[in-house]
């Protein structure tokens, strides 16, 4: 039997929280889109100092699988 190739659209999701020394609500928002980070095969990173910020989040993301389609070659 010849084997096809098949295209699995996958996400990894990690769920948790930043705790953020901030003046209101959206300067914590934005202090968390421009410092805060995750690359793959890296860690949770920021450029925050340390007395600005604190997490917690799960070390194994939840995967979900949304589509799975043959790749025409």
Same mark, same amino acid.
């Given at each position: 039997?010849?084997?096809? !190739?098949? #295209?699995? %659209?996958? /996400?990894?999701?990690?769920?948790?929280?930043?705790? !953020? !020394?901030?003046?209101?609500? =959206? &300067?914590? %928002?934005?202090?968390? *889109? /421009?410092?805060?980070? *995750?690359?793959?095969?890296?860690?949770?990173?920021?450029? *925050?100092? &340390? =007395? =600005?910020? +604190?997490?917690?989040?799960? #070390?194994?993301? +939840?995967? %979900?699988?949304? #589509?799975?389609?043959? !790749? /025409?070659?």
């Amino acid at each position: 039997m010849k084997k096809k !190739v098949y #295209r699995v %659209r996958t /996400q990894y999701i990690f769920d948790g929280v930043f705790d !953020v !020394v901030a003046e209101s609500k =959206e &300067d914590a %928002r934005q202090k968390v *889109l /421009q410092d805060c980070g *995750l690359v793959m095969g890296g860690s949770i990173h920021c450029t *925050l100092p &340390d =007395e =600005e910020i +604190n997490w917690a989040f799960d #070390r194994h993301p +939840n995967k %979900r699988i949304s #589509r799975i389609t043959k !790749v /025409q070659k």
